[in-house]
DNA sequence: ACGAGATTGGAAAGGCAATTCCAATCTTTG
DNA sequence: CAAAGATTGGAATTGCCTTTCCAATCTCGT
């Protein structure tokens, strides 16, 4: 009966206040849907712990489901632009060690609460709700291109064999990242993650120091 | 003011007819809540699915955290016993890559909807049910223990290096299988599962021929 | 200062889900 | 066959959640 998903009207906030409100209902959501899943997440729990009332989150939002798109959105945007600095030098085998261990020390931080913000609404969304499906694969492909531009200019300045397929090795290390985080989430112990995203770095060293040997005139 | 999960009697079915209950509701909520998430999945679903009346979900399980605690323990040893011919013998390059293209072609058949049976319940339950988080573990554990086994058969054979880490070894490629399994979902392609699970078979694949080319007085 | 539109509070409608209950109806066993 | 226990049907209870609504109150341009 319901009209399927019609994006109610969701007004963008024209005060300073409103987008104030705003912003105070996107964190917390965000951050209850990171730790209680999206469907353990009700609008109640929202307003509590942003400070509003309901009509405030339909005002801003629409419906749950607006909400839902917009915590994707934020997470997306936000964890890229946290990482900017490190995601654009990945060109260098320390340089993707030391970005996967900064998320290793997050884990630990939080005792492996909640794995992977993106990749925890993937898991619960994708099958359910297909404009989420599409905006969460977009979030991937943000992460999966950042990775890649650094294998590629690695593959350019010759630290890589020009036949790499570093689309498949970025895939790998993402794919790392996330089940990783999945097993130590399960396990409450980061230690799987690190396992799982240094032999994948292992193993990029290794084609790394295999073009090396190939190139014996060098350095 | 519940008792926090206390587990309502369970009564194990001790009639034929029963039995066939029971098992007609274990599977219909396993199917439901594996391709819409437990919170996704309500009695009333699995009773139309099942074909059963309310009382008989509760005269078997208890409450729904019993018929989900159920859930967790079916698809782990369903999914183990199911491929129980290839997980005994991924002592071999071939093997390991035979048995994940499997899961690949299943991925392929429905679509990439719904990921890992056990993944996706992990990520969905971790943080909000400790008994099902230790459930997850502990079938996640017989995975690795699996792969883990067939890589020191390697090792004992001298396959493998006898200072490679098969337990790190293992972990990363359920990782990739985990990780690799996600991002197919939500990009409806099995593509990325394969690309990150072949990375890190192509990495073990590695340090085969690494020990082979140590040991140059064989074959 | 005034009016339009933005923002807010809070109540209340409507629905569905989890769970309980009790009265049948089978099954098994002595 | 009769009693005890297992199994089943289906209604009723309770509670929470989503969403709507309307009446304030606030902000801002003019």
């Known amino acids: 009966m319901q009209p399927h998903s019609a994006e109610t009207r969701v007004?963008?906030?024209?005060?300073?206040?409103?987008?104030?409100?705003?912003?105070?209902?996107?964190?917390?959501?965000?951050?209850?849907?990171?730790?209680?899943?999206?469907?353990?997440?009700?609008?109640?729990?929202?307003?509590?712990?942003?400070?509003?009332?309901?009509?405030?989150?339909?005002?801003?939002?629409?419906?749950?489901?607006?909400?839902?798109a917009a915590v994707i959105e934020y997470q997306s945007t936000v964890k890229l632009e946290q990482q900017r600095p490190l995601l654009d030098h990945l060109d260098s085998i320390e340089a993707l060690r030391e970005w996967c261990e900064r998320a290793a020390v997050r884990l630990d931080a939080v005792h492996c609460v909640?794995?992977?913000?993106?990749?925890?609404?993937?898991?619960e969304l994708s099958d359910i709700d297909p404009?989420?499906?599409?905006?969460?694969?977009?979030?991937?492909?943000?992460?999966q291109a950042a990775i890649e531009s650094g294998l590629a200019r690695m593959r350019e300045r010759g630290d890589l064999g020009?036949?790499?397929?570093?689309?498949?090795?970025?895939v790998a290390l993402l794919a790392a990242i996330q089940g990783g985080?999945?097993?130590?989430?399960?396990?409450?112990?980061?230690t799987p993650y690190r396992r799982a995203v240094n032999v994948v770095i292992d193993h990029i060293a290794d084609r790394v120091a295999a073009a090396r040997a190939s190139r014996p005139a060098d350095r």
Request: glycine share 12%; with cysteine; hydrophobic share 40%.
């Open 114 to 123: 909640g794995g992977c913000e993106i990749g925890s609404l993937a898991s």
């Open 181 to 190: 985080m999945l097993l130590s989430q399960v396990n409450q112990d980061a």
């Open 162 to 170: 020009a036949d790499e397929d570093v689309s498949a090795l970025a």
């Open 11 to 68: 007004r963008a906030a024209s005060t300073e206040g409103g987008r104030r409100t705003r912003d105070r209902i996107l964190r917390a959501a965000a951050e209850l849907m990171f730790k209680q899943g999206v469907a353990g997440t009700s609008i109640p729990d929202v307003q509590r712990r942003a400070q509003v009332s309901a009509s405030q989150i339909y005002h801003y939002f629409g419906d749950k489901k607006g909400l839902t």
């Open 131 to 143: 404009s989420a499906r599409l905006g969460l694969a977009t979030g991937f492909a943000a992460w």
